[in-house]
């Protein structure tokens, strides 16, 4: 995949794959509390463009961000990072 110009990149986990070519992806990130200096997780979800159906639910991803695709899809899957251990694989 072409990646043209500065473009953000995040790495996540796959939280769903029921649609086609489309997963949802969950980003978790610290941030710290401005009073009380505590780190806090924080998570956005993602929709991502999956083109070849590759992703399962557990997956690490790298997602790239994109032009629109559609309502709600902006976010490309650029590569999996790690795949997810399923139970028939123990």
């Not at 399962?56 to 991803?61: N, Q």
Request: proline share 1%.
């Amino acid at each position: 995949m072409k990646i043209r110009g500065n473009k953000r990149q995040v790495v996540g986990k796959v939280i769903s794959d029921k649609m086609d070519k489309t997963v949802v992806i969950q980003v978790e990130k610290l941030v710290k509390h401005t009073l009380y200096k505590k780190y806090i997780k924080r998570q956005n979800k993602f929709t991502a463009h999956d083109e070849d159906n590759e992703c399962r639910i557990g997956d690490k991803v790298m997602i790239t961000e994109s032009r629109p695709l559609s309502r709600t899809k902006r976010w490309r899957v650029s590569g999996i990072v790690e795949k997810a251990v399923s139970i028939g694989e123990i």
